[in-house]
């Protein structure tokens, strides 16, 4: 039986019935760093790569931001989708990526208004990354969510099955993944250094195999804050759930759009603080197991 670093079991833990995985062992996402443990003994961990991505729109660029540098075209058309820039039935002609020079050119039939009142903007890879907000919040106007219903053993299910998938999330730490799932079946799980990053992957995804998120949920490990409910409302999901915790305003915003907002999943235990009427108990929370904990370890990084 194969079993790597974190402690799972792969054949166990495997990525069975996913169309898009997390790859842990890719070289090029990780690298060795040497240093010291907390007895000043030498260790070597791997840590995770960042790398920039200038993204453009035609002949404009947009955005230079820092990734793990997998799935680059599907970073800059959900990137460009989430900030209003590419508008529902606009035809994309093509997506170039440039290896060696990091660059992805995103093609339309036209121009659009974004080429000529954006000015080049630079996002880290940190959590509090600048975004055109007031265009994502346009993107709200008259924007109705579909009432499909959530089993509570659905998200049970979804936690413990995402919780012990091989990621670098388990491996590495120091990343977000955010996975999108239709009832208690995770479907693609992306990965980067900021959160909105691998969500915009899922937009992405969805936008390139025409996939709608009317009967969907969108699992993530990161924060849920104003622009992770607005990005997931811009995709059509309904529910967006994660393992951490709340900000007031992207409960407000999620409340405003009538988004199911579920934060603190830990085994038998999550808050939801809006949209509580997709909600159907359908099991017992005692006869669910208490999470790992490795898990718990590892969400506190």
Known sequence: MQSNDSGIDRDTADTEGYLIAPDPGAPR?????????????PTTIRVVEERPLTIYLNGQEIVTAMTIGDYPEYLALGFLKNQGMLQDGESVTGVDYDEELEVVVVRTDGQTTYEEKLKKKTRTSGCAVGTVFGDMMEGLEGLTLPASPVRTSWLYALAHRVNTTPSLY???????????????????????????????????????????????????????T????????????????????????????????????????????????????????????????????????????
């Open 170 to 224: 388990l491996e590495a730490g120091a990343i977000h993944g955010s996975v999108l799932c239709r009832e208690d079946r995770p479907l693609v799980y992306m990965e980067d250094v900021g959160r909105h990053n691998a969500v915009d992957k899922i937009a992405g995804w969805m936008v390139s195999e025409g996939v709608s998120g009317g009967d969907m949920i969108l699992y993530t490990t990161g924060r849920l």
């Open 226 to 301: 104003s622009e992770m409910v607005i990005k997931t409302a811009l995709m059509g999901i309904p529910v967006l759930a994660s393992r951490s915790g709340f900000t007031a305003w992207g409960v407000e915003i999620a409340r405003q759009v009538g988004l199911t907002c579920i934060g603190r999943m830990r085994g038998r235990r999550f808050v939801c603080l809006s949209g509580s009427e997709r909600l159907q108990w359908d099991v017992d929370p005692a006869s669910v197991a208490e999470e790992d904990r490795k898990h718990r370890r590892k969400s506190a990084e």
């Open 29 to 41: 996402l990780t690298r060795g760093v040497e240093g010291v443990d907390h007895e000043g003994n």
